[in-house]
Every structure is written in structure tokens, then in C-alpha cells.
């Protein structure tokens, strides 16, 4: 699978600027004001919207809340309440057509569960707006293709929200492997999961999650392994257990992977729901190693160096850089760094874990 035609690059040119001393690197790549704002409008108000998304558009530059989709009336209006949002900016799952006719909202950022990504990505690109989709992409491949093709069809522009491709931390860890600072890479190891508890979630629906841990806090464990090598895998292998098969119906309870690179470099990775404490990267060199512990949450991520030197970059809002930056793309028509394209690759990888996960043999990977 070969890389994206910018995504790579532009990862890599961020975390130049990062380790260069600028504590928000997406967010100064533009020196002048923006001539306008964009408008987001949310869509899915539920623990991330609320906790994290909606406080981080406070935050930005580019960007402003003016719009909300919801199924719930009581949350509109709470929202309503708390943004000051006029009755023409709020929207149901069944009337995102009428985005059209509101010029103040540009992008909407889908929030839902992973199985509706898809249906809310492209009732959004009809409407004419751009963009911005929560990781996972969608539950299969051919969901993924339907969003990209949508967008491209509508003019518009559809990035996935890749948050630590906005991270100091994570940036300069890229840094550490793409300069061979310790030499080439032989070996990365990533682990992120945590124990779930409330057995009717929606995560726990197969049908709206798509899997397990995997579809949910694993893929940025794979997303470490694919930009710190800054390779696409050529194979892999998994297995997956389920201890209890009552509440992990149908989906994994966790999952242990192993790929191989083109280069040789080897990765494995692991996430589960069954216990907290695993929010990891370790890179392996041939003079060294560094890596980050936290590495994948909000706020706090710091990590050690075989050196002796600590890794602890400026704390950001990640939410807002990602958002900022998808602003500047837009406001200078220019290409996103975390593309649907991007998505696609992650669920192209996914769906090969699960098939080495099932049949217990590699599965090689185009």
C-alpha cells in the first residue's frame, strides 16, 4: 500500500515546527488573520461534542459554532441555552438537507457512532458543506469509498479527525524516527485500552461500532505504527479473545496484531476492553529507543528517550488545532493533511487484522 501523496509530508513538516519551538504548529500556519471564521455545526451531541469538541471551537481561531444536529430536543435546547444558537441552526438527523440553505455553517463534524458515519458524511456533502468525520472512517471499506466519493462529487473536502497528527508530543516522536536520531527503526510496539463497563452501550453494538476495542481506542495504536515508521504494513496477523461472551457478543473483547513493513520494520499492537492502564508507543532503533507513556489521551502525553532526555512538548487543545487546520485548508483551498483517504487506509488495515484474526493465517496487504 503506498502513502498518501501528502499526508505523510505534511506530518512530518508540522513536527518539524513543533520541535522548532512553535507550541501550536497547525495553528501558525498562516500568518495573517482569517478574512472570516468558518462555521462548524456538530453533529452528535454526546460525551465527546459536549466535553471536549464544543469547549475546543471556544478556543480556535478559524472556527465558530453555528449549528448543531441532534435526534435529541432536549439536548437542542440545552445547546441552544448554553451558545446562544438561533432555532434556524438546529438540525435533526432527518433534516440535513435544509444545511443547504444556511450559509453560515461550512463544515459539519460528524460525531455519531461509527456505523452512521456514513449516512450523516454524505446527507452533509449534498447539502454542500464540508467535512470533518470522527475516527473510525466507517465500518467497512465500501462505506469509506461512498463518504470520499460524496465529497468529491459535492466539491467539497472531507478530513478524519486524526487528532495526535496535531500533537507536539506524537509530532516529535515522527521526528526522532524520521531523522534517525537513534538510527534505523527495527521495532514498534502500541497498546491502547481500557475497561468497559456499562455492558448497553453503544459501543458494545456491533452494528453501530462495527467491532470492538479495535474500531474504537485500537486504531490509534495502529495509526502510531503507520506514522512512526511512516510505511504502509505488507502483512499481517492477529488473534482476538473474548473472555466474556455475554457482553462481547458478536465483537472482540481484545485483540493482539503483528505487521510487517517493507523495510523491515516490525509492529505490534494491542487494545482491549477488558482492563484500563494501556495508552503506549515504543520505538526500538539500532542505537536506542524512545517512546511515549501516556501517548493517545487528551491532555498530559510525555514520554523517555533511551538517552536520558524526557519528552514532554507543549500541552495543546488537539481538538482545536485539528479543527484550525481543517479551517486554513478550507479558507486556502488547500490540501488536508488527514484526508478520507487516510481513513480508508486504517479500515483497509482493520478489516485484514479481523480476516488474520478469523482464519488465523497472515493476510498480506496490496
Known sequence: ???????????????????????????????????????????????????????????????????IITGSPEKAKRWQARYNLPDRSVYNYETMSRLADNPDIDVVYVVTPNGLHADHTIAAAKAGKHVLCEKPMEVSTTKCQQMIDACKAAGKQLAIGY???????NLECVRLAREKVFGNLKSIEAAFGFHIGDPKQWRLNRALSGGGPMMDVGIYALQATRYLSGEEPASVTAKATTTDKEKFRGIEESLTWQMKFPSGVTGSGMTTYAFSGMDRFNVTAERGSFGLDPAYGYHGLRGTRSDGQIIKMPDIDQFAAEMDDFAQCILANRPIRVPGEEGLRDLKIITAIYEAARTGKPVELA
Open 1 to 67: 500500500m503506498n502513502a498518501p501523496p501528502f499526508s505523510r509530508r505534511d506530518f512530518l513538516k508540522t513536527a518539524m515546527l513543533a520541535t522548532a519551538g512553535l507550541p501550536f504548529a497547525a495553528k501558525n500556519s498562516f500568518a495573517a488573520e482569517p478574512e472570516r471564521k468558518i462555521g462548524f455545526a456538530l453533529c452528535g451531541l454526546g460525551g465527546l461534542s459536549t466535553g471536549q469538541i464544543a469547549p475546543a471551537l471556544q478556543q480556535t481561531k478559524f472556527c465558530k459554532l453555528t449549528g
Open 163 to 169: 487528532r495526535l497528527h496535531f500533537e507536539p508530543n
